[in-house]
């Protein structure tokens, strides 16, 4: 089975400064990769997704992260925090079977401090 | 065009009774999903629908259910409510199965008492 582990519950950084969410995959076959971001009291937004295309990839609000098979990573990454980037962040692997399963790791909150 | 729509936002039932939550996918999308959010164990998988028809279940007990309706609607019950039930519990929305993007909905916040 497919799994995801996410190396950090919490991160914290300054403004302006970069940010890195680690993110280890477990899947037999080559996975569909996503990061998903939660505001408090939100729903989930996708920032990302890897799907076998280019191996660096781009999401909304400047993230990106990078698909490494050798390393089975998916690391999220942002050049410069912004306070509105805290919440909480979660690294999810797609169902194999080719449904609409996904399987979410537990989580990184991520802390911005002026 | 409008969002995921789960219904109600906030709900508090008493142990032993059953709830049913209500989620309205973005239209034209025909794949629900369910997952249960806790503090301790996470984002968990529910199930999920496509066409009316279970396609997928999670490994939760029996007293969760769901349906999905020609109109791509959805509910899921939980029957004899156990504290342990309290949770937030969110919908997503595909456009088919298959699909890799789910749009998540603000999700239910469940508190059994």
């Known amino acids: 089975a497919q799994s995801v582990t996410q190396l950090d519950s919490h991160v914290s950084v300054s403004e302006g400064t970069p940010v890195l969410l680690r993110c280890n995959y477990s899947?037999?076959?080559?996975?569909?990769l996503f990061w998903y971001v939660q505001h408090p009291n939100k729903g989930l937004q996708l920032l990302l997704k890897?799907?076998?295309?280019?191996?660096l990839v781009k999401g909304i609000n400047g993230f990106e992260a990078e698909f490494k098979k050798s390393e089975t990573s998916f690391h999220l990454t942002k050049p410069s925090a912004h306070m509105s980037d805290a919440a909480e962040y979660f690294c999810?692997?797609?169902?194999?079977?080719?449904?609409?399963?996904?399987?979410f790791g537990t989580g990184t909150q991520l802390k911005v401090e002026l | 065009k409008a969002g995921v729509t789960q219904t109600p936002r906030y709900l508090i039932k008493t142990r032993g009774q059953q709830v049913t939550l209500s989620c309205s996918p973005i239209?034209?999308?025909?794949?629900v999903s369910w997952y249960q959010q806790t503090p301790g164990q996470g984002l968990q998988f529910l199930f999920e629908?496509?066409?009316?028809?279970?396609?997928n279940k999670g490994n939760f007990p029996g007293r969760f259910s769901g349906r999905q309706f020609s109109n791509s609607r959805s509910e899921m019950n939980v029957s004899t409510l156990e504290l342990g039930d309290s949770a937030l519990y969110l919908c997503?929305?595909?456009?088919?199965?298959?699909?890799?993007?789910?749009?998540f909905g603000q999700g239910t916040r469940l508190t059994v008492v």
């Open positions: 997503a929305s595909s456009l088919r199965v298959g699909d890799t993007e789910a749009f």
């Open positions: 899947s037999s076959y080559s996975p569909s």
């Open positions: 890897y799907t076998s295309a280019a191996t």
């Open positions: 999810v692997v797609s169902d194999a079977g080719g449904g609409n399963k996904l399987t």
């Open positions: 239209s034209g999308h025909r794949s």
């Open positions: 629908y496509f066409s009316e028809t279970q396609r």
